[in-house]
């Protein structure tokens, strides 16, 4: 899939998506974490705001050491967020074909809903699809 593809579907379907995962947020029941021990960090595009964002990971791995960092992005994005060290588990989703995309897309929601997480950190700014996943791992 190209970036200008998905940025047009990421503009007709993520708007009315986003308002619908408002409206499911507003009824579903919030929990308060005794303490927090699982971060799911969220970045798509760009591999330099990846980069510029290594200062903060390093920062929460420092403040909060026993804190589980989860890292959303694409798979394109792996190897150089292996080589950084900074995160216990990465998940990829595939954006290789429409096909891997929603396939890998459905996997990481998968994982999201077993998941406990009790933070999201949503770096990405160019789509909604982050505000979407983020909204279903119902943090506090």
């Known amino acids: 899939?190209?970036?200008?593809?998905?940025?047009?579907?990421?503009?007709?379907?993520?708007?009315?998506?986003?308002?619908?995962?408002?409206?499911?947020?507003?009824?579903?029941?919030?929990?308060k974490p005794p303490s927090l021990e699982t971060i799911l960090v969220i970045k798509f595009f760009g591999l330099g705001s990846i980069l510029l964002a290594s200062p903060a990971l390093r920062e929460i791995r420092r403040s909060s050491p026993n804190v589980t960092i989860i890292f959303l992005t694409f798979a394109q994005n792996a190897e150089l967020l292996n080589e950084l060290h900074l995160v216990d588990e990465l998940w990829t989703i595939d954006p290789k074909s429409v096909f891997t995309f929603v396939a890998t897309t459905f996997?990481?929601?998968?994982?999201?809903?077993?998941?406990?997480?009790d933070a999201v950190l949503d770096l990405e700014f160019f789509a909604k699809l982050s505000t979407l996943l983020g909204a279903f791992a119902n943090p506090a």
């Open 1 to 31: 899939m190209t970036i200008s593809f998905m940025r047009v579907v990421d503009r007709f379907a993520g708007i009315p998506l986003c308002w619908a995962a408002g409206l499911a947020r507003a009824v579903l029941p919030k929990r």
């Open 107 to 117: 996997r990481t929601l998968s994982n999201i809903t077993r998941t406990t997480i």
